[in-house]
């Protein structure tokens, strides 16, 4: 039987859409005021995955091999079916970034422990294809391509972005009261955050940062 957060969710008010405000209508702590309301195993789950699904920066220190043991324990242990998806999506599209910013250094494919999920052998394979061959199950790849050729920094990031919060938005859509629309909204509200402590030069730098980092033996894939 699927738990109902009734007076959590009511509590919530309502996220305008990151693209269209400058303002965070629930700070941090009120946030977390609101998700001590949950169930303990779900408080656990949701904040497991937010590792995954956060916009914020990784620790530097964090290699590769660890993101995908950490992708790995949460797959296995998580029991919200929902919330696996979301890590999914997430983890598929750090995967597909890596790979786009290193063929647009000129590298060959990559080989052994590089992305996470079912798509690292499937984009191997079809390196030198258009969008990997993926274009039909990621259709935002070609514009991602496309900004990231054009060093557009903050409109690859509000692409992005915008990605997750799509799917975010079904999730909690689809769910009325239950977990899963408060920890799509808990997410958003990081997408949120994350949108609005960005400015142009920073993204920029940021930009820089990525593109140099793609080499590295650690945070390419949470780049």
Do not use: C
């Not at 043991?69 to 597909?96: G, K, W």
């Not at 955050?193 to 960005?198: E, N, P, T, V």
């Amino acid at each position: 039987m699927r738990r109902r957060y009734y007076q959590l969710v009511a509590s919530l008010p309502a996220l305008p859409d990151f693209r269209r405000t400058r303002l965070l209508p629930l700070s941090r702590w009120r946030l977390e005021e609101r998700l001590s309301l949950l169930h303990d195993d779900d408080r656990a789950e949701l904040m497991k995955a937010e590792r995954l699904v956060s916009w914020r920066r990784q620790p530097v220190s964090r290699t590769t091999e660890q993101i995908v043991a950490i992708y790995d324990d949460v797959m296995a242990t998580t029991r919200n079916q929902d919330l696996r998806a979301m890590v999914d999506f997430r983890m598929n599209m750090r995967t597909v970034m890596v790979a786009l910013r290193l063929r647009r250094r000129g590298k060959g494919a990559p080989s052994g422990q590089w992305g996470t999920g079912p798509y690292t052998r499937f984009i191997e394979s079809r390196w030198a294809e258009p969008e990997f061959g993926l274009a039909a199950v990621f259709p935002w790849i070609p514009d991602a391509q496309s900004l990231l050729d054009r060093g557009d920094a903050m409109e690859l990031e509000k692409l992005l972005m915008g990605q997750s919060w799509k799917r975010l938005s079904q999730i909690a859509d689809s769910r009325p009261f239950g977990f899963e629309q408060v920890f799509a909204f808990a997410y958003k509200w990081d997408i949120l955050h994350r949108w609005l402590s960005y400015d142009a030069e920073k993204a920029r730098e940021r930009f820089e940062e990525l593109i140099m980092e793609v080499t590295s033996d650690h945070q390419d894939l949470f780049a």
